[in-house]
């Protein structure tokens, strides 16, 4: 522990020293790339230089008790047992702190959010999720943008894709992938009775060039006029954009933008992150041998999370977490769900690591 904490502060501090070298600041690429590695070290670097003060001070404590003063033995004894203690706390802190980080962390991401059973109910639930999550960037300080929208008469939504821009965006919605389940009573229950509706949240991380090649000729582009819902919005002109992967048959279709370039490249933002996250799905895959992770599969068929309206309950499934605050989750603080998931899943991380 102590030899990978030093390589650690040697590298933080070499990273500073980088940093005001005029010929680095001159540099905006160079510049970013090593901020944003002194930003990742900083917590580490930190943490290890007090964990090494405490290991110091407690060799230097059991060195006075190889001496003749008792009184000081005994001050010491009593110092070392609070330092021993100090000690084991930091260094599961610094366990969690020198887990590999997942290199997608830092992406930008898009959403795609799905009406699943339950019918108009589960459209408007689709939008209540929107909304939760446009909550959430708004809090986050991100910039979030509608890619796509399928809106249905009542103003539900049968899918709507967005995408949301800033600083270590997947890191914290990544273990929203999955099932959301509601239980509440539609606005058309005449009877009062609850219903039980769903949608489905896929999380990506928003792909790179560098990240994914497509070969243009893998490629089927189809144009046509856009419309909206009960046939409104109805474009004159072809702007509305499908594209298709061939080789993995993957259809991407946008026309929310009236450009036809803009839909373009707005179905090859998506194409591409949804490529991405096939990808890092058949890496999972192999992984899963040895590894089963519990929060963050993003396996959309499994049931994440309970939405109980009438009693203000909200149960996240895979860490057995109930929050009685639906009030407040639904109109974005997610804070401490995805705090308990990301705990979760360090703890699974350590235990595969032990």
């Not at 990273?15 to 540099?27: F, K």
């Not at 970013?32 to 407690?58: D, F, R, T």
């Not at 000690?87 to 997942?102: F, G, H, I, Q, S």
Request: aromatic content about 4%.
């Amino acid at each position: 522990m102590i030899d990978k904490v030093k390589q650690v502060i040697d590298r933080y501090e070499t990273v500073t020293q980088n940093l005001a070298a005029p010929e680095i600041a001159s540099d905006p690429a160079k510049y970013s790339e090593l901020a944003k590695e002194h930003h990742e070290l900083e917590p580490v670097a930190k943490k290890g230089q007090q964990y090494i003060q405490i290991v110091e001070q407690i060799d230097e404590d059991e060195s006075i008790l190889n001496g003749d003063d008792e009184e000081l033995k005994e001050i010491v004894r009593e110092e070392i047992e609070e330092l021993k203690s100090d000690l084991t706390e930091m260094e599961e802190a610094l366990k969690v702190l020198l887990l590999p980080k997942d290199p997608l962390d830092s992406k930008n991401t898009i959403m795609e959010i799905r009406a699943g059973t339950g019918g108009e109910e589960a459209a408007l639930f689709a939008a209540d999720l929107y909304r939760m999550y446009s909550h959430f960037s708004e809090q986050n300080g991100w910039f979030a943008e509608l890619i796509a929208a399928n809106v249905t008469d009542n103003g539900g939504y049968k899918e709507v894709i967005c995408s949301f821009n800033g600083d270590s965006i997947f890191g914290k919605l990544k273990y929203e992938g999955g099932v959301h389940r509601v239980q509440r009573v539609p606005t058309t229950e005449t009877s009062g009775r609850i219903h039980t509706s769903a949608a489905t949240v896929a999380v990506l991380p928003e792909a790179d060039e560098v990240d994914i090649k497509i070969n243009p000729q893998d490629l089927r582009i189809d144009t046509f006029r856009a419309s909206g819902a009960g046939g409104q919005h109805v474009n004159k002109t072809e702007s509305a954009v499908r594209i298709t992967h061939i080789p993995t048959d993957t259809v991407v279709t946008c026309q929310d933008e009236k450009s036809q370039h803009k839909n373009r490249a707005s179905a090859i933002k998506v194409l591409r992150s949804r490529l991405l996250a096939r990808e890092r799905g058949k890496q999972r895959s192999a992984r899963a041998e040895t590894r089963k992770s519990m929060v963050s599969t993003g396996d959309r068929s499994a049931k994440i999370r309970t939405y109980n309206f009438p009693q203000g309950r909200v149960t996240d499934h895979r860490i057995d977490l109930t929050l009685y605050r639906l009030e407040e989750i639904m109109n974005g603080d997610l804070t401490e769900l995805i705090e308990q998931l990301k705990i979760a899943d360090q703890l699974e991380q350590l235990k595969a690591d032990s």
